[in-house]
């Protein structure tokens, strides 16, 4: 006999049409419709189960029905940059808080940025996080981790004992790797490890002490300000880079116009170059700092208006390979200084999907299945992680999204431990129902309905 | 029941002037001259004459008689924080200096946890230099004082605007309509220049700017002025010329290539001063580098008002404080008649 979970009254992602889904431990057994009056979870629990150990081969005990009440069903999603600050920063995020807030937000797996203190850079520290994360059991979490010792731009980490360790990828992200000519062995050299590296491009000199996008606002407000080509003149670098190595390089939250085109550029060239862009700077620009708002204060920072709908008309062509919250949680005390002394970055997990959905979908940029793929299908396309598909043998990482539902973002019931954003007060459109991971569910809404346990008999009646 | 008149006096009894100051608790503070109107500015300046007229006589006054202000200054200054400090005395105030060292502050107390600490002490007003645009504000809303603006980063620095726009309306006879301004320098990194810009527009006066490619901040005609190409250009036929001070730091981030090189071509000498209507008049926030972004023989020349500056500052400085500690006394009354309405009746 095999205990099954079995979603109801759901549709498609990509459809929209009327859609079941039944899985058995970690494991999508049987998609599709009508799966209990059709037999076809049946078959499948009978093809699926060992059938000499099984007393009742075939038999299905139904634990657990989810009655999505028309909700989207999609593979769970993927955020590829968050910082979940363990080990070391524990007072701004945990492992455990960070993925229960990636589960809020219909994520079932996230790479998590080494910048930690101490700096992920070892197989050691990579091992501890994924231990700390199984404990958590939210959310599915990839280190990524260093690329070079510290994050301090001078030597490599073992990129090779790292990947085996379980590393998804190497990033000195938070800081840039300043030298050119380090950044050519690391491409040299994660290339033969196997692994992306991912690259916060940041040229200090041009950064200097600027704490947001340079422009009227800053001018304004008389806080140094930061050049969009502080952003891509490293993106460039970094493309002519990949052409000279062969290497593989990823480009962490694209803000700016020139960024994009450097990006665009090297995919025409044939190179192995991706990049991603977060829900800020498609949603928002420098205009939301307002009078110094240090939850609008992040890095790369909020440009103007044109590089707004730049980001936007290269998701809408394709440039932008995938989403990515960059989830970066602070402390209220940190964030509750005046701007130029308050740290960089905004909390992104529990907004990131509505922010999609809201802002890119609602005004027709890209449509709702694009949307989703973006955060599901495309992340693991770029960071190679395993597919996972509406079908049966895949994992069941999986959300429901109710897109209609409207909802005003109040940043005191974040499940991250943290409440710096800008969106606080926004009023939002779509939700997501319940997060399932590995067939475990990791977040129910409020308005989820009372989940049942009956049998596949009495499921046939009520279908019949 | 001993504290100063003015503080358990009702707003109302005083006279008429003051009561398009009182009232609303954003005019406890003065934090810049942004987005203020041009009759509010031109009451402040009409205060701050009556005040000219009571230093030069050299009188004292005491309407803040009983009121504490502190002068936070975490940034190096001498004529604003002696101006100010003058300023509460002459008002019969109480002024505490505060500085970062020697102050809790070196134990590693936050900015605000030793504000607060300070406002505890029955402080009324603190008058803030930072070195951090948008400190100023930052602490008006954590504290329950009226906080004055000395200066924070290259944000704004009101007390300075309200002072050149006091020294002009005397050079202009007093219409600010028609008349053209020329600000030359390091407009990004300054804050007198921005007080200076809104002041100035809100008051119906134009401003030119003009300085080294590398000291234009980006979007400044956002702010509603006009970019010059040369400091001769900008400098032509204007009504006045407000040199601003160019630090030597400029140079060892290769903002500007030397001081010779700047003084040639941004400077302000005899020759570009001969350019301006032959009434105009030329400022200085002071300290000055002669010789620098101003000749000796301009800053101690017929057209120079930089001294005027000065004493028009001190005058400012009273007229600001009054304000600042009339609107926190008519907040106080109204808290206490909400708390405690016996005492009040």
């Known amino acids: 006999m095999t205990a099954v979970s079995l979603i109801r009254n759901a549709r498609h992602w990509r459809t929209g049409r009327p859609f079941e889904l039944a899985f058995a431990g970690d494991t999508i057994l049987a998609a599709g419709t009508d799966l209990v009056a059709s037999g076809a979870l049946a078959r499948a629990a009978a093809a699926g189960a060992p059938a000499a150990a099984d007393p009742l081969p075939g038999a299905i005990d139904v634990i657990d029905v989810i009655d999505a009440g028309g909700a989207l069903l999609a593979p769970g999603l993927v955020d590829p940059h968050v910082h979940l600050r363990q080990p070391g920063q524990s007072g701004k995020e945990t492992i455990a808080s960070g993925t229960r ?17 101490p700096v992920v850079d070892t197989p050691a520290w990579v091992e501890w996080v994924l231990a700390r994360a199984r404990e958590a059991g939210r ?15 001078g030597q490599l980490a073992e990129l090779v004992a790292l990947r085996e360790a379980g590393a998804a990828a190497f990033s000195d992200d938070g800081r840039p790797v300043e030298s050119a000519g380090m950044m050519r062995r690391a491409l040299e050299y994660a290339a033969f490890a196997g692994l992306p590296i991912v690259c916060h491009e940041e040229d200090m000199t041009l950064r200097g002490d600027g704490q947001m996008n340079e422009g009227p606002v800053a001018t304004r407000l ?12 490293m993106v460039r670098r970094d493309v002519e880079l990949v052409e000279l190595t062969g290497g593989r390089a990823h480009f962490a939250h694209l803000s700016c116009a020139e960024s994009l085109a450097a990006l665009r550029d090297g995919k025409r060239r044939g190179l192995a170059v991706t990049g991603e862009t977060c829900p800020h700077y498609w949603t928002l620009t420098d205009a939301a700092v307002g009078e110094g708002d240090t939850n609008a204060k992040m890095n790369p920072p ?25 989830h970066a949680p602070h402390r209220a005390i940190d964030k509750d200084r005046p701007f130029d002394q308050a740290p960089f970055g905004i909390v992104g997990l529990e907004t990131a999907l509505a922010l999609t959905l809201t802002h890119l979908v609602e005004p027709g940029h890209i449509d709702r299945a694009r949307a989703i793929e973006l955060w599901t299908e495309a992340p693991r396309r770029v960071f190679g992680l395993p597919p996972a598909e509406l079908a049966p043998g895949f994992p069941a990482d999986l959300v429901l999204i109710r897109p209609e539902a409207e909802w005003t973002v109040a940043p005191e019931q974040f499940h991250s431990k943290a409440r710096n954003t800008p969106f606080a007060g926004f009023r939002l459109k779509g939700a997501v129902l319940a997060t399932i991971c ?14 049942g346990h009956r049998s596949a008999a009495a499921l046939v009646e009520a279908a019949g | 029941m001993s504290r100063s008149a003015l503080l358990n006096a009702p707003a109302s009894k005083d006279a008429g002037v003051f009561r398009t100051w009182a009232g609303s608790p954003a005019e406890v503070h003065l934090l810049g001259l942004e987005g203020w109107e041009r009759a509010a500015i031109e009451v402040l300046l009409d205060r701050a004459a009556h005040y000219r007229a009571m230093l030069r006589a050299g009188r004292v006054s005491d309407a803040l008689r009983g009121v504490a202000v502190c002068l936070a200054f975490f940034e190096d200054s001498t004529r604003t924080r002696v101006s100010f400090e003058l300023a509460a005395h002459r008002l019969s105030a109480m002024p505490v200096p505060l500085f970062t060292q020697g102050s809790s502050m070196s134990k590693g107390e936050t900015l605000l946890d030793t504000l607060r600490t300070v406002v505890s002490m029955r402080v009324e007003l603190i008058v803030v230099r930072h070195g951090s645009a948008g400190a100023v504000a930052y602490l008006a809303q954590h504290l329950d004082a009226g906080v004055i603006n000395a200066g924070d980063g290259a944000h704004e620095h009101p007390t300075q605007g309200l002072l050149d726009l006091l020294t002009l309306r005397d050079a202009w006879h007093g219409r600010f309509e028609g008349r053209r301004i020329a600000i030359v320098g390091d407009v990004a990194h300054s804050r007198v220049a921005r007080s200076a810009m809104f002041g100035l527009r809100a008051v119906g006066a134009s401003v030119t700017v003009a300085g080294p490619p590398t000291l234009m901040p980006a979007g400044i005609e956002a702010l509603g002025c006009a970019v010059a190409p040369s400091v001769e250009e900008a400098m032509r036929d204007a009504d006045a010329v407000m040199a601003l001070r160019i630090q030597r730091e400029r140079m060892e981030r290769s903002l500007i290539p030397s001081t010779g090189e700047y003084a040639r071509v941004w400077g302000v000498n005899e020759e570009r001063v001969a350019l301006m209507k032959p009434d105009a008049v030329v400022l200085h926030p002071g300290p000055f580098n002669r010789d620098v972004e101003i000749t000796s023989d301009v800053v101690d020349g017929p057209r120079s008002v930089v001294l005027s500056q000065v004493e028009n500052g001190a005058a400012v400085r009273c007229a600001v404080l009054e304000r600042c500690a009339r609107a926190r006394a008519q907040l106080r009354n109204e808290r206490l008649q909400h708390v405690a309405p016996e005492i009040c009746a």
């Open chain 1, 222 to 233: 008389g806080i140094p300000g930061i050049p969009s080509a502080a952003e891509s003149v």
């Open chain 1, 438 to 451: 590995a067939g475990r569910v990791t977040h129910a809404h409020p308005d989820l309905a009372p989940r």
């Open chain 1, 302 to 326: 909020l440009r103007s208006e044109y590089h707004r709908r730049a980001v936007i008309e290269a998701i809408a062509d394709g440039t932008i390979d995938c989403f990515a919250t960059d």
């Open chain 1, 139 to 153: 959310c599915r979490v990839h280190p990524i981790a260093a690329l070079t010792l510290g994050q301090r731009g």
């Open chain 1, 101 to 117: 807030a990636a589960a809020a937000g219909g994520f079932t797996s996230v790479l998590c940025m080494p910048n930690t203190d």
